[in-house]
């Protein structure tokens, strides 16, 4: 779809310099029956260099290029009703660029909302942590805790303060509902609970949305838009939402294990194979049941989560569950996972991730790619 909306700008851009042309008398241009005077066909000319530097500018992924793209479109316009009787079909690709260019304005708002954020979060992070975790730092932990640490590989790295991740996979919100890939970014502060996580998901071939989850301060807010326009979730800082965002913090503590040692955590052991934890940020708590094998392997976490955000929204079991395990830097991870509702009509799993990239205590954003 990229390459058509190209083609469309140069094809688009190139008919304008036929204005330009038979202005100046460069060249008889048959087609356009009407006089264009001199400074109008400059107009012409200029639509042409606009479209033309859209084209430039899409290419290279520069946040100006809907800007210029709508200023093109609006000279075009104007040059079009001038000359109706010969140009009136260039409203057709007039209205289908300024379209794409106004959800394209609306993509690099939203994209710079999420880096302001991530950034935010960054910055009012911990410096890199100098903390190297022993054996006898996990000595307080419960036991199969502790051989969870063993098994992650945690003993003898520094603590993570801090995680970047990217991500791909598929999801979908409705059991019936076709899977939807997605690539996802996400920024997390060990030492502050918090995270930003943003993702990009193809609902179907021409239509798309953008969404972010974020947890600060113990408050959570989720925003979706389609087509990075319209938003279809706006929910924040109420219980359920605030919940959500601190149940997902504590169970994608599996990506960084060394957070079982914080404070903010408290631990109890259920039997030989699992663990309560209990995440506390400023008077809230929330609680989930980590599982694992003799060896220390996790083997799911779960939890009581609101199944929506709405009134009607239920408390159900969320469970995570890990597919596969990688290193990143000397630490032992799930980096496949799926995630499931257990409801009473029966389970539904709606995400299923891989990470993509994976680093601990760097305070910088990934580059654009």
Avoid at 304 to 330: C, H, M, S
Wanted: contains cysteine; proline residues 4%; charged residues 20%.
């Amino acid at each position: 779809m990229k390459s058509l909306f190209v083609i469309l700008l140069l094809f688009h851009g190139a008919i304008h310099s036929l204005g330009f042309l038979k202005a100046f008398h460069f060249a008889k241009i048959e087609q356009l029956t009407q006089t264009i005077s001199k400074p109008i066909g400059l107009l012409w000319l200029l639509a042409t260099v606009l479209f033309f530097i859209t084209v430039l500018l899409f290419l290279y992924k520069h946040d100006s290029w809907p800007v210029i793209a709508i200023i093109a479109v609006i000279i075009s316009q104007v040059i079009v009703v001038l000359s109706w009787q010969d140009a009136k079909f260039g409203t057709i690709a007039n209205v289908i660029i300024l379209l794409v260019s106004i959800q394209g304005f609306a993509e690099v708002e939203f994209v710079k909302m999420t880096k302001q954020e991530s950034l935010h979060l960054i910055q009012n992070g911990k410096a890199v942590s100098s903390e190297i975790i022993t054996e006898a730092a996990i000595s307080s932990l419960p036991p199969i805790v502790q051989q969870w640490m063993r098994f992650s590989g945690v003993i003898g790295t520094a603590e993570a303060v801090s995680v970047r991740l990217q991500q791909t996979g598929e999801m979908r919100t409705k059991p019936e509902q076709s899977w939807m890939p997605f690539t996802a970014e996400q920024y997390i502060d060990v030492a502050n609970p918090s995270f930003v996580w943003t993702t990009s998901a193809k609902m179907m071939p021409l239509v798309s949305f953008r969404g972010r989850d974020k947890l600060e301060n113990g408050k959570g807010a989720m925003l979706i838009k389609v087509a990075s326009l319209i938003p279809v979730v706006n929910e924040k800082a109420n219980e359920k939402i605030n919940s959500g965002a601190m149940l997902r913090f504590l169970g994608e503590m599996c990506w960084y294990p060394s957070a079982a040692l914080s404070e903010y955590i408290d631990w109890e052991q259920l039997d030989s194979s699992s663990a309560r934890a209990t995440l506390s940020i400023n008077g809230s708590s929330v609680t989930g049941t980590f599982t694992f094998s003799q060896e220390g392997e996790l083997i799911s976490f779960e939890a009581n989560r609101f199944y929506g955000a709405d009134d009607a929204a239920t408390l159900e079991k969320w469970y995570i569950e890990p597919v596969e395990f990688k290193v990143f830097q000397g630490v032992k991870i799930p980096y496949k996972c799926k995630v499931t509702w257990k409801l009473d009509a029966g389970d539904f799993t709606w995400l299923t991730l891989e990470l993509t990239a994976l680093a601990y205590n760097e305070l910088q954003l990934f580059k654009p790619k």
